[in-house]
């Protein structure tokens, strides 16, 4: 069993850089692999990031390739997403997920999530 507690969203303008950062309770974070989603209001919910339980391998979506950088810190039991040049279309609301595989792009392959933190990008 996973929770996950999200934090470090906001409302910022465009251009502007947030992090975000997930906090994990239970003694297997290390065995996961993590994920981050966003999911903007009327439309599905979508995969933005993902990274191994070893932080060795990295995945991102093509609309935030370049700007986002997800990282991990299994000794702190967290894992973060930079967030650098935002832009408005990158408004949501936005979960991390726990699952076996790395780099999967299906929410469905994830099993435990977090509540979300709002990431508002003025223009």
């Known amino acids: 069993q996973v929770q996950l507690v999200e934090s470090g969203g906001g409302l910022v303008q465009a251009g502007d850089s947030l992090r975000l950062s997930c906090a994990a309770s239970?003694?297997?974070?290390?065995?996961?692999?993590m994920g981050w989603f966003r999911q903007a209001p009327g439309k599905e919910r979508e995969f933005v990031s993902g990274?191994?339980?070893?932080?060795?391998?990295?995945y991102y979506a093509d609309s935030v390739k370049g700007r986002f950088t997800i990282s991990r810190d299994n000794a702190k039991n967290t894992v973060y997403l930079q967030m650098n040049r935002l832009k408005p279309e990158d408004t949501a609301v936005y979960y991390c997920?726990?699952?076996?595989?790395?780099?999967?792009?299906?929410?469905?392959?994830?099993?435990?999530w977090g509540q979300g933190t709002q990431v508002t990008v003025s223009s």
């Open positions: 239970g003694r297997t974070f290390s065995s996961y692999a």
């Open positions: 990274i191994s339980w070893s932080g060795g391998s990295t």
């Open positions: 997920a726990a699952g076996r595989f790395a780099g999967t792009r299906s929410r469905y392959e994830y099993a435990y």
